[in-house]
């Protein structure tokens, strides 16, 4: 199985970067691009084929490594 | 009096630790690999120093904060000793739970690194006694991701209890309310951006890191 982590700050948390590429996309000329936020996204292999089992382990690992839930918040799908 | 400074791969402030809690305090200070799992015995101080560590990887701080030494940095703390995390330091405490909140990119986005001027805002913990009743001082960030965040509540609980211990009179980075240091509820743990360990001597444009340092110790 392949698992899909999203990483993303918070809404209300305030993303810089996210910022930064919204401005750079305006001067560009798409004036229209609001709300850009930046993100991280993990993948790997895990073994077995129970989907559902498998995602109370990958949000485990979200809440013990791949996010830090006082600012970001995490999806995960398996596939 | 006994320190100890933790190394993990990517930290460059460690050597400046030992030297600034060396030469303000005349305590010996032990450097202590990241995959060490016990402390030497004894210890006054611990002091997690500022860097890079692992590279940033992931985010600031959360790989180191679950080095093999970090468990026994806990349960020292746990036991009480004196634990200081200055920068990269501070953002391995948050990782860790040792401390509330997190550590954010600049609101500038930009690199800081300049002497700032900070007020005492708790002189009465272990780690600000000895600025007696001084209200400010001046020390050196040197930050890219410095920028304090806890949602409300947990900054009104910091605030009402006297865990903001430092405040920049001029907010280089966006940190919530100001702040630059904070110290956990059993007043032992204290995790800062500002460099004490770039401020040790007149030489270096201000001395008043040393007097953290002073005040850590003599309270062991």
Known sequence: ?79 | MKAAVIVFPGSNCDRDCKVAIERSTGATVDMVWHGDTDLPDGLDLIVLPGGFSYGDYLRCGAMAALSPVMQAVKAAAERGVATVGICNGFQVLCEAGMLPGALLRNEGLKYVCKPVALEVTNAQTRFTAAYQGRREVTMTVGNGEGNFFADEATLDRLEGQGQVVFRYLDNPNGSARAIAGIINEAGNVLGMMPHPDRAFETDLGSADGALLFQSALASA
């Open chain 1, 1 to 79: 199985m392949k698992a899909t982590v999203h990483v993303f700050l918070k809404p209300g948390v305030l993303d810089v970067q996210g910022k930064a590429v919204e401005n750079a996309l305006h001067g560009l000329g798409w004036a229209g691009v609001k709300d850009a936020r930046v993100g991280r996204v993990i993948t790997f292999d895990l073994p077995g084929d129970d989907k559902a089992a498998a995602e109370v382990e990958v949000k485990a690992m979200c809440d013990k490594l791949l996010a830090n839930t006082v600012i970001e918040s995490y999806r995960v799908e398996i596939a």
